[in-house]
């Protein structure tokens, strides 16, 4: 079965930029997408088919996707980027698979 | 703007069969663009996918728990439901509904989540 693994958790200073990994194999042969929870809510996308952010979703967020890691990056973090983020894709003998999850924490 | 919301007994007993549904309010969930799907998170816990179903009553299942899943929908109400049967405190999670868009697998809308407790 397919697996994606994300660290734990991520720190960030305020105004600072975070990176948060999404690893698989050869995950840059799939789309990728980023889900963004915070305490008590929902889910919501934030990055959609690798890079694509939806509507509403600050250009702050970004993401990328090569060989065996995916990346969100979220640029000058701020405190209401505090949350956990899952990565997501659909692989053809698993179906969707989620991340693992990780926790950012902005300082 | 399409909203979703999950409703269904917050307590099941081991060994019975939980139950919810999902209502589905401005958009059609006879759109040919979307899935309709469950997903769960256990407490502290990360997302895990349950399955999903197409209007015309195709459905997808997560492998790990599709002898105990059945997804239906009901396009007169517009809604769609979850059957997860012989559950175990295993199964003790948020429950969120949300429409996936067709041939991109992304979830672009969720509902609230509704916690299910299985507990005798």
């Known amino acids: 079965s397919y697996e994606l693994t994300q660290p734990l958790s991520v720190s960030v200073a305020l105004g600072q930029t975070a990176r948060i990994t999404c690893g698989g194999n050869n995950i840059g042969s799939k789309n990728v997408h980023w889900y963004q929870q915070k305490p008590g809510q929902a889910p919501v996308l934030v990055i959609y088919r690798d890079s694509n952010r939806p509507s509403g979703i600050p250009e702050r967020f970004s993401g990328s996707n090569s060989g065996n890691t995916a990346t969100l990056t979220i640029s000058r973090a701020q405190a209401g980027d505090e949350a956990d983020y899952y990565c997501?894709?659909?692989?053809?003998?698993?179906?969707?698979?989620f991340g693992t999850g990780t926790k950012v924490t902005v300082l | 703007q399409v909203q979703l919301q999950e409703s269904g007994p917050g307590l099941v007993k081991p060994s019975q069969t939980l139950s919810l549904t999902c209502t589905v309010s401005g958009g059609s969930i006879s759109s040919g663009d979307y899935y309709w799907s469950w997903i769960r998170q256990p407490p502290g816990k990360g997302l895990e996918w349950i399955g999903y179903i197409y209007y015309s009553g195709s459905t997808y299942y997560n492998p790990s728990l599709k002898s105990r899943v059945t997804i239906s929908v009901d396009t007169s109400k517009n809604q769609f439901s979850l059957k997860l049967s012989s559950v175990t405190a295993a199964d003790t999670a948020v429950y969120y509904c949300?429409?996936?868009?067709?041939?991109?697998?992304?979830?672009?809308?969720w509902g609230q989540g509704t916690l299910v407790t299985v507990s005798s």
């Open positions: 949300a429409r996936v868009v067709r041939w991109q697998y992304y979830f672009d809308y």
């Open positions: 997501q894709v659909w692989d053809s003998s698993t179906a969707n698979v």
